[in-house]
């Protein structure tokens, strides 16, 4: 799915991340694991597309983004990649189906689709009846899998979740993380970050980080 | 195209007072402009029809004017009307009056005053009485209006007896004088008119119709020259070619000056709109840097984004005109009742109007817009 050779990357003299180098395959579920500071979510932006301001080679897919126009990578965000965030990230004024709509808004896909796409992922993280509802309406496991049909709805080809049980209690967090698990098990390759070993038991495979640099990178399959 | 409308339309709508205030530049703006070309378009139309409706092409009209304001009688006689008729180039000389009121005094027991007296029109609404007219050679009744009833009876005028310039007539009319309407306050019959008042009415215009081989002007100075050497009422007034439309270039004048004013009213108050609408599109960008991250992460480039914002701040803009248009037709109705032509508003001020708003939301947005959607994406997805 994607590697990362020799990776770094500097806030003004801070070096946030240095010789970061990743393998990830297709249909894995990786984790990463660090303490506060140490990184994480610079890396996983990176890797997402989110930040292209960085040193060393990144390849998705075997192809490299870092000349990339604003547009494309937009559009490469957009059809293969799908995001979760810590604090769900959704709009307060907007529904459950609107909120999951969005990534549809800026694809090509046909109205009638899109309508059927909706549907389906409502279903799929178990939302039924809960269209018309703002999130501020919903609990924070529910406001997740909302959150979490955005990121599917385009059927991505890689999950990148950046604490995606951070805000949530362990028993919610356990339901988050079997839909995690069918999403993997039906193909598709997450990388998440987390705080929690319970939560990361989950992955196929856990790697850490320490003040930007990536350690235990060698393969361990718990499942 | 429409979901993305409904989406401005959406956020648009959770701040309505904000946005209300912001638009009311745009609808100060708009109203004006609508008025402007209301009156303008409205003025054209008469000016050209009134060309149209007279032919004044060979014709000079010479005036007199009394130097005494109670003076109605002076002007032109017959024996200038044979000058007139008498010099080089002139085809035929009509003599007319510029006001066809007669002035006369009314009298009823001991209650005397003076009045306007007029033939009647073809339909009249009466307050008291029967009938919308006067039979052309009724010689005994009369219509009067209701203020001069109020001034000279004591109670109903109907049927009673009112002497005018000492002929006695029969009242069997009243009616009422419209606020915005101008009426005599006496109507007689045409006959009643042509033999007992017609002779009152000062003939102080004479209308000189000129050869098609002369020159107007020409005509004109030497038909001038002659009423100063030999014009009967010389003493009593003065003589001068008025222009055809000189009386509508002087009105010009001051329409020009309104429009003049209106139209920097609407410049300011747009300019002001303008500036308003950027204002608050920036609040609306850094309070929705949340949604733009998110928007963006999943798929919209930055042209999206600023597209997004471009459009609200147009239909913002466009709603703003749009209560504008609205204003601006309620205004020129009430405007019409005291012009004296009828000011309107065509479909092409309506889509100026709407090109104005566009315009206005396209520029002033299109700031505040792009600084959205330069935003970088790590900093917006930190936002909560
Ligand atoms: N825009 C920035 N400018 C300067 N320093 C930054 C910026 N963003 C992050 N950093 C620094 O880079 C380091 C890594 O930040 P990052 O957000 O990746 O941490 P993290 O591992 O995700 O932490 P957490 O678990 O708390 O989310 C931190 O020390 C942080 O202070
Ligand atoms: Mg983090």
Do not use: W
């Not at chain 2, 006689?77 to 035929?92: A, Q």
């Not at chain 2, 007539?169 to 915005?180: A, Q």
């Amino acid at each position: 799915m994607l590697k990362v050779n020799d990776i770094g990357k500097k806030y003004g003299k801070f070096v946030a991340l240095e010789n970061i180098d990743l393998e990830v395959a297709d249909g894995e579920f990786l984790a990463i694991m660090g303490p506060s500071g140490s990184g994480k979510s610079t890396l996983i932006n990176i890797l997402g597309l989110l930040d292209q301001n960085y040193t060393g080679e990144y390849l998705l897919k075997e192809k490299s983004y870092k000349d990339a126009n604003d547009n494309y990578l937009s559009k490469i965000r957009g059809d293969q990649l799908g995001f979760v965030f810590q604090n769900f990230k959704l709009l307060t004024t907007y529904s459950v189906y609107e909120n999951i709509e969005i990534p549809l808004i800026y694809s090509k896909q046909k109205q009638t689709n899109k309508r059927e796409l909706v549907e389906s992922v409502i279903k799929q993280v178990g939302l039924e009846g809960k269209e018309k509802n703002l999130p501020s309406e919903l609990s924070g496991g529910q406001q997740q899998r909302v959150a979490i049909a955005r990121a599917i709805v385009n059927r991505p080809n890689l999950i990148i979740a950046d604490e995606p049980t951070g805000a949530l209690d362990s028993k919610t967090s356990k339901e988050i993380m079997n839909i995690f698990t069918d999403l993997n098990e039906s193909g598709t390759t997450i990388i998440m970050v987390t705080h929690d070993s319970e939560v990361a038991d989950y992955a196929m495979r856990t790697v850490f980080i320490r003040d930007g640099r990536l350690y235990n990178n060698e393969k361990s399959v718990k499942r | 195209m429409l979901d993305k409308v409904m989406i401005a339309l959406k956020s648009i709508g959770k701040n309505k007072n904000r946005n209300f205030l912001t638009m009311l530049g745009i609808i100060i703006g708009i109203t004006s402009v609508i008025c402007i070309l209301a009156i303008g378009d409205g003025f054209t139309s008469v000016e050209t029809k009134g060309l149209q409706d007279h032919n004044t092409k060979n014709r000079v009209t010479l005036a007199f004017t009394p130097s005494s304001d109670d003076d109605t009688t002076s002007g032109f006689t017959r024996n200038d009307l044979s000058v007139l008729e008498g010099i080089k180039g002139v085809d035929h000389v009509k003599l007319t009056s510029s006001n066809p009121e007669a002035s006369v005094t009314v009298q009823h027991q001991t209650k005397k005053a003076s009045a306007n007296l007029n033939k009647i029109p073809k339909k009249l609404k009466l307050s008291e009485g029967f009938g919308s007219t006067l039979d052309a050679d009724d010689t005994s009744n009369i219509f009067i209006s209701k203020d001069l009833a109020d001034k000279i009876f004591k109670d109903k005028a109907l049927n009673k007896r009112l002497v005018i310039n000492d002929n006695v007539f029969v009242v069997s009319g009243v009616y009422k004088i419209g606020d915005f309407n101008y009426r005599p306050d006496i109507y007689v019959s045409k006959t009643t008119f042509k033999q007992l008042f017609a002779s009152q009415i000062s003939q102080d215009e004479a209308k000189i119709y000129v050869q098609s081989s002369a020159s107007k002007k020409v005509v004109g100075k030497s038909a001038l020259n002659e009423m100063k050497k030999f014009g009967e009422d010389d003493k009593l007034g003065k003589y001068e070619v008025s222009h055809p439309d000189q009386i509508t270039k002087s009105f010009t004048k001051t329409l020009n000056n309104i429009t003049y004013f209106v139209a920097f009213v609407a410049g300011i108050s747009l300019l002001i709109a303008g500036i308003g609408v950027m204002n608050v599109m920036y609040i609306t960008v850094s309070e929705r840097r949340k949604e733009i991250g998110i928007r963006r992460a999943f798929g919209a480039t930055s042209g999206d984004i600023r597209n997004q914002f471009l459009i609200e701040s147009i239909i913002l803009c466009v709603i703003g005109g749009l209560i504008g248009i609205a204003l601006g037709y309620g205004l020129v109705s009430i405007i019409n009742h005291f012009l004296p032509f009828k000011a309107v508003v065509t479909a092409y001020a309506i889509i100026m109007s709407l090109s104005v708003s566009t315009a206005v939301g396209l520029i002033f947005g299109f700031i505040p817009s792009n600084k959205a959607a330069k935003s970088s994406l790590v900093g917006l997805l930190k936002e909560e």
